[in-house]
């Protein structure tokens, strides 16, 4: 559990991590270096959830790198299914990282959404419903292991 204070919006105590797949942790279906070794670091403060289509088939192999095992959601209604099921898990206990039109209720509806600018670049509908926009995955996830970051770039 992570718990912090934004001086204007009060305190937030993150129970879940829900990060998209592909375009965010992972780039053609290969996971992205630093990734793993960050969750590392967050897994025992946050219970780590991958959700995707697995657009590129490569997931099995990215469960197995990470010690988890992704929801599958299917092909159609993503953006949907994604919120459904963060709703599943208590939106208010959530951080939400993604980077895609599909990610973006998810990412409206958590309590703090992270859209990361990567190499696919982001979706202009979910970065007008995130909270937070970052250059990498590395940095979106630094803001959780150091949590001192997120409040200062929320904080009103």
Known sequence: MIEIDIPGLGRYTFHHLVLDVNGTIARDGRL?????????????????????????????????QLGLKATRIPTTDQAQAKLAYIQALDPRTVVAIGNGANDMLMLERAAVGILVIGHEGASVEALRRADVVIGDIDEALELLIYPTRLIATLRR
Do not use: F, P
């Not at 590392?40 to 469960?63: F, Y």
């Open 32 to 64: 992205l270096s630093g990734v793993e070794d960050r969750l590392k670091r967050l897994r025992d403060r946050l219970d780590v959830h991958l959700i995707t289509a697995d657009s590129h088939g490569a997931q099995d192999l990215i469960d197995q």
